[in-house]
């Protein structure tokens, strides 16, 4: 059972990593580029929309984190679930701390500061969230060498 739990753990962390380099490398450019006049109408639907594709993953990554931190698998370096948790807290912190205020301020005072904004800062995610898919990685190769 603990292997299954890292197999889901890895598959969200790594549908995840995919989501946040793709934000960081097309998604927040182009928010950027959006006018003053449409920002908010933009803005809302992408929280609106990101939602539905980042919720279930994020759901998952929540969970068999717990699991993990409680029994990792056998042969998983102990210290890498707690590695990992720190890891997932530093992406979830930024995007509460970091991304959801410069999303208001896409739908209260739009400008191309904003877009430059959530590129900069999400820089914080997308490190976090692809150290985390290394260390699931490394996870499952010494799960399965055990």
Not at 55 to 65: C, D, L, N, Q
Not at 77 to 86: D, F, G, N, S
């Amino acid at each position: 059972m603990d292997d299954v739990v890292l197999v889901l753990g890895a598959t969200a962390t790594w549908t995840m990593v995919g989501v946040i380099w793709f934000v960081q490398v097309v998604h927040y450019p182009l928010l950027g580029t959006i006018g003053a006049d449409r920002s908010a109408e933009v803005g809302a639907r992408h929280q609106t929309l990101t939602s539905f594709v980042v919720g279930p993953p994020m759901a998952v990554e929540g969970v068999t984190t717990l699991v993990l931190l409680a029994a990792a698998p056998e042969g998983v370096a102990p210290v890498l679930p707690w590695v990992a948790a720190v890891l997932l807290a530093v992406a979830l912190g930024a995007t509460v701390a970091l991304l959801v205020p410069r999303h208001r301020r896409m739908l209260d005072a739009p400008g191309p500061e904003v877009g430059a904004g959530l590129v900069a800062t999400n820089w914080v995610r997308t490190v976090a969230w692809s150290g985390r898919g290394v260390l699931l990685a490394v996870m499952l190769l010494q799960a399965l060498a055990a």
